[in-house]
């Protein structure tokens, strides 16, 4: 055991010598190609830092990225269910947050919730374009404190992350009680719950 101890070491001296025999070699012939065998380690060290720090940053910005894209899809889901149903039952919130998520699953509306909520329409009684949720055409006060919009980001929060039981499946549309769309017609009733019916 001593003796392969002692033959390593040994072995470790020898290549050591020889390696510093071959700088001063290489030095005697001028000073370019020893500082250049002699920055190849400092070279691979710096590579491997700043590719190390550059793959972590690349993550980190992605996670950061995914959190804001993540935040601003709950808060359009929330705006939607505040001024959609804030003074509806709370399976009145979850209904109308069902929809617009129920939309954003459909081929037939836009990739994101915030473009779902936002989305509008060619309204030819009209002749203009209306947005599917009518409170997105108005510069509506939004009270951020209060409790109607704490329960809207819960709702909001529970439905973005799928844990809650369907209330209206596979519905995509649904008015107040109080108007009668011209497309009320042609879609079939799911629910209707509290002062909302809803269509699939």
Excluded at 124 to 149: C, D, I, M, N, Y
Aim: one cysteine or more.
């Amino acid at each position: 055991m001593l003796r392969s101890l002692f033959y390593d070491v040994r072995a470790w001296l020898v290549l050591r010598r020889r390696r510093w025999k071959m700088y001063w070699l290489l030095r005697e012939k001028g000073d370019v190609p020893f500082f250049a065998i002699l920055s190849v380690p400092f070279i691979v060290i710096g590579l491997i830092f700043y590719f190390a720090y550059s793959a972590r940053s690349t993550i980190d910005g992605s996670r950061i990225d995914a959190a804001k894209i993540r935040a601003r899809e709950i808060r359009c889901l929330a705006e939607n269910i505040y001024f959609e149903a804030r003074g509806e039952t709370l399976q009145g919130q979850y209904a109308v947050a069902e929809v617009t998520m129920n939309r954003l699953a459909s081929p037939y509306f836009p990739d994101t919730i915030c473009e779902v909520v936002h989305d509008t329409r060619w309204d030819p009684l009209r002749q203009r374009l209306v947005a599917h949720f009518s409170w997105t055409a108005f510069k509506l006060r939004l009270e951020s404190g209060s409790p109607a919009w704490k329960q809207a980001m819960d709702v909001a929060t529970t439905v973005y992350h799928g844990y809650y039981e369907p209330v209206v499946p596979d519905a995509l549309f649904y008015h107040a009680t109080s108007v009668q769309p011209y497309w009320a017609s042609s879609k079939k009733v799911v629910a209707r719950i509290g002062n909302h019916i809803f269509y699939r």
